[in-house]
């Protein structure tokens, strides 16, 4: 046996036997893994510490031949004479067929979705690409096998050019736009030079870690780091200094703000997270079984929800308030089945693992799909009908809804340039150089300027300026980017910061809707926001608001009260009029239904919500007495509302009247204007930067304009998104967002600037997005995600991509510990979720003895699940992927984080 003690005297055993094999491993927990090799040292079993047995058989030339998972399924892999991967059967039986040339190029992937062909040049460099559809990207490689120029299937063509050591020098668009790049000796990245010539610049130290890094505005931000690396301070454009404290074994210990307040955590004897300690001074506690597994998690309210697992690592069982949720899963380990305490999602699935219906609680919402997998029609509860065509290279192009069509054209980025309503109106986007939208303009049949939107910005991207017919606004920005005052004629709005982000003084016109209620200056214990002008809060112990409380003149004040359950939602409120609201959820955390309770508990009216993954697709609310209902259905694009159809049906769900609209959204997709045939109308006062909120006693309306993401509900005096609970003039999130520090500095703030960013879930700025993150060596093969000055993102070649889609950075930064640049962009989350479900699944892969090349080919069809036991939504991507990727990636929020070398 062998012992190794850490620093902090923790210890972790392992037995070894004669040939010099590790056959059990015990951490600081006494959790013990078991190994079993062959007389090759090739792993063949390992049984974690909760009894859960993975076996790898070899073939006679020492190839995996199958992988059998803890639940009895398992992979199998063929090869062919040169010891290639031929036939991979996955443990829901469904197989992936690989065809090579003469070369050992791989030709063709036949798979359930179709068959995937791919070309090489001479000197056996890519050439071509063509998906199941037939659609064809080409590819031309110089002598290193560099891609120095692509074709896309819509025609348009990106070049590269590259320096002596095989680092892009430039980046040509399908537009003609170049990007240049400047390099060090060593591979780090000093300059990039945008098309109207802005510059990003960054200075290292020797070991390579990034001390400074420049804006085209001249704001900088500086990097301290300490022994082995590790970042011990960061201090942004406005002087926000965040220090870092690590242990001896480079965990993070604590973050202070430049307040002084500080969030720490703590650990077992076995690394694992045991408990955090927020800015406010709430603690979270977390339990773990012998394999790591979270099994419990306790709030600062001593309410506890705990978990239980599958053989293979699935949730199978959580408990709440006391109240049971079980999970069931299909052939394809998809959820198929949730039961829950209030609503049964029941999910069924195509035998390509595509989402074809989902019902909860009786009202299904079921999807169509072409060869690619990519929606083509969707069929609401009430039974109305979306249907989406694509042209060739993949965008979207015409959706029908309700009978109503809208067609979308685009530029050859694949950008929307402007998209028409059936015959009655024209929405064109303008785009300056970098791509920003510069211009929204509605047009009638004949060409008449119905309503225009003009947007400027500065640098770095944000936005300075709004022109309306209305009139100009103009936004004051600091220094990263937050808005300090709105000009406009005849009024004016200002607000300041405090260090840490949070809103510390505010002014606005009388005029303005909510104005004097939270007017001068505001006041916070730690992060905690404490109201002025006659309101006041109460907390329970996990901070969030119970009792919210308003002075009236001559009479009592008017008081809301709020129920929160275990996992942060809200259950019920009491309105001053005494009316008792419940929000019931499903197990998969949606919000399916508001309900007004008589006097004695009975309900009394409902409203009921149906979701496209996190999406309010449709709403319905019931007259009392089960007389009718009125049903609000909308369309999305890129989790943007495209149009609105409201429908008054009979008790007997026939429809009586029918109202379609379009809607116009702002730049970060909230609904900003709403068209009929009649005219233009706008939902929100364009004179308010962030939210006085225009309620129209209308049955056609979806719900009052708010955030993006969020409801407005006036009963509660707060715009409800999914999670927090918004009251902008009051106060900018009441609840910190569950998330912690991982999506922000200061979990209690609205994302620092609502004109460009949102917070559709409440839960990290532009939720609606996911950062996939990438670490790239000095090799010329690994650079291929390039981000230009203006954020956007190319990437290169179509080999096997491996990237981080967990929005963790943590997993990236630790990755090949030798070094590496590191970029970051954003993909819809539909996209992940997509990457999640077709992905290949496996418990442990680089635990398992396979050698990489092995592993890669085995797994070269599908999304491949690179190592779970760093984190989750670690994937390499296959070409078809990559190239389904392009299409979606969010245009501008690219970066290269930092370059290490």
């Not at 802005?198 to 990034?210: A, F, I, L």
């Not at 800015?279 to 597994?293: C, E, P, S, W």
Request: overall charge neutral; proline content about 6%.
């Amino acid at each position: 046996m062998t012992t190794v003690v850490s620093s902090p005297g923790r210890t972790r055993r392992y037995v070894i036997d004669a040939r010099m094999h590790v056959v059990s491993e015990t951490d600081g927990n006494d959790a013990t893994t078991y190994f079993e090799r062959d007389r090759f040292n090739r792993l063949v079993r390992r049984t974690d510490p909760l009894g859960r047995t993975t076996g790898i058989e070899y073939d006679e030339h020492g190839r995996v031949a199958s992988v059998t998972r803890p639940d009895g399924r398992g992979t199998t892999v063929e090869y062919d004479e040169l010891g290639l991967p031929v036939l991979v059967t996955r443990p829901d039986g469904s197989r992936i067929r690989r065809e090579y040339g003469e070369r050992g190029n791989l030709t063709a992937v036949t798979g359930p979705s179709g068959t995937t062909r791919f070309t090489y040049d001479a000197l056996g460099h890519p050439a071509s690409v063509t998906d199941p559809a037939g659609r064809t990207t080409l590819v031309r490689c110089n002598a290193a096998g560099l891609a120095v120029e692509s074709v896309a299937p819509s025609g348009g063509v990106t070049r590269h050019t590259y320096d002596a050591l095989g680092r892009p020098s430039s980046i040509t668009d399908p537009l003609g736009r170049v990007t240049r790049l400047t390099w060090s000796v060593e591979g780090r990245l000093l300059r990039r030079t945008d098309p109207e010539g802005g510059e990003h610049t960054w200075s290292y130290d020797g070991e390579g870690n990034v001390l400074t890094h420049t804006a085209p505005d001249g704001g900088r931000s500086v990097y301290e780091y300490g022994a082995f690396d590790r970042l011990v301070a960061r201090t942004g454009p406005d002087s926000a200094r965040y220090e870092f404290d690590h242990d001896t074994e480079l965990r993070l210990r604590r973050v202070t703000d430049p307040r002084g307040l500080t969030w720490t955590y703590d650990y077992d004897p076995g690394g694992r997270l045991v408990s955090g300690t927020d800015f406010d001074g709430r603690t979270l506690r977390y339990g773990y079984d012998a394999a790591g597994q979270l099994t419990a998690r306790t709030n600062a309210a001593g309410q506890t929800v705990t978990y239980a697992y599958t053989a293979i690592g699935q949730f199978a069982r959580k408990e709440a308030d006391g109240a049971a949720t079980t999970y069931e899963y299909d052939t394809f380990d998809e959820l198929v089945r949730v039961i829950g305490p209030d609503a049964t999602p029941t999910r069924l699935r195509d035998r390509s693992g595509l989402l074809r219906s989902e019902t909860v609680n009786g009202r299904t919402l079921a999807f169509g799909y072409d060869a690619l997998g990519r929606t083509t029609r969707r069929t609401t509860p009430t039974g109305a009908v979306s249907e989406w065509d694509y042209d060739r290279p993949g965008n979207a192009t015409r959706l029908t809804a309700s009978g109503r069509t809208v067609t979308f054209h685009h530029d050859g980025m694949g950008r929307e340039r402007s998209r028409t309503f059936g015959s009655a109106a024209t929405l064109s986007y303008g785009r300056d150089g970098p791509g920003r939208q510069v211009e929204q303009l509605l047009t009638g049949p004949d060409g008449h300027t119905m309503w225009r939107r003009g947007h400027h910005y500065r640098p770095d991207g944000h936005l300075t300026a709004v022109e309306t017919d209305h009139g100009r606004r103009d936004f004051t920005l600091d220094v990263v980017g937050r808005v300090t005052a709105v000009t406009a004629s005849g009024w004016e709005e200002r607000c300041a910061y405090d260090e840490s982000g949070n809103q510390a003084e505010a002014q606005w016109p009388d005029f303005h809707s909510g104005a004097g209620v939270a007017t001068g200056h505001r006041v916070y214990e730690r992060n905690r926001f404490v109201p002025a002008g006659g309101l006041r809060y109460e907390y329970d112990a996990q901070g969030r608001v119970t009792l919210r409380q308003k002075a009236r003149l001559s009479r009592k004040p008017d008081t809301w009260r709020f129920a929160w359950d275990a996992e942060g939602r809200l259950v019920g409120l009491t309105t001053p009029d005494g009316t008792v609201w419940r929000y019931v959820y499903d197990p998969l955390r949606r919000r399916i239904a508001k309900q007004r309770l008589s006097a004695d508990g009975e309900v009394a009216e409902e409203v009921t919500f149906t979701w496209e993954g996190s999406a309010l697709c449709e709403q319905t609310s019931v007259f009392q007495g089960g007389a009718g209902s009125v049903t609000l259905t909308r369309d999305y694009r890129d989790l943007h509302p495209v149009a609105q159809t409201g429908r008054l049906l009979s008790a007997s769900q026939e429809e009586v009247d029918s109202r379609f609209f379009s809607i116009v959204t702002d730049l970060v997709g909230g609904a900003h204007r709403t068209r009929r045939r009649a005219g233009c109308r706008r939902l929100a006062d364009p004179r308010d930067r962030v939210g006085s909120h225009h309620l129209e006693p209308r049955r056609d309306r979806l719900h009052a304009a708010a955030f993006p993401g969020a409801v407005l509900r006036p009963r509660a005096g707060a715009a409800l998104q999914r999670l927090p609970y918004l009251r902008p003039r009051e106060r900018p999130v009441p609840d910190a967002r569950p998330a912690g520090l991982a999506p922000a500095p200061n979990p209690a703030a609205y994302v620092h600037n609502p004109l460009t960013w949102s917070d559709r879930l409440g839960l990290a700025p532009d939720e609606c997005t996911v950062t996939v993150y990438r670490k790239q060596t000095r090799h010329p093969l690994s650079q291929r995600v390039h981000v230009d000055e203006n954020g956007n993102v190319t990437i290169s070649g179509n080999n096997q991509l491996y990237v981080n889609m967990s929005g963790d950075i943590k997993h990236t930064v630790e990755f090949r510990g030798d070094g590496g640049r590191i970029v970051s962009f954003e993909v819809p989350k539909s996209f992940v979720e997509d990457v999640r479900r077709h992905a290949v699944p496996q418990d442990q892969p680089d635990g398992l003895g396979f050698i990489k090349q092995e592993w890669k080919q085995v797994k070269k069809y599908y999304p491949e699940i690179s190592d779970p036991t760093k984190g989750p939504d670690l994937y390499g991507l296959p070409g078809e992927v990559i190239e389904k990727m392009r299409r979606v990636i969010i245009p501008g929020p690219g970066k290269m984080i930092q370059d290490y070398g």
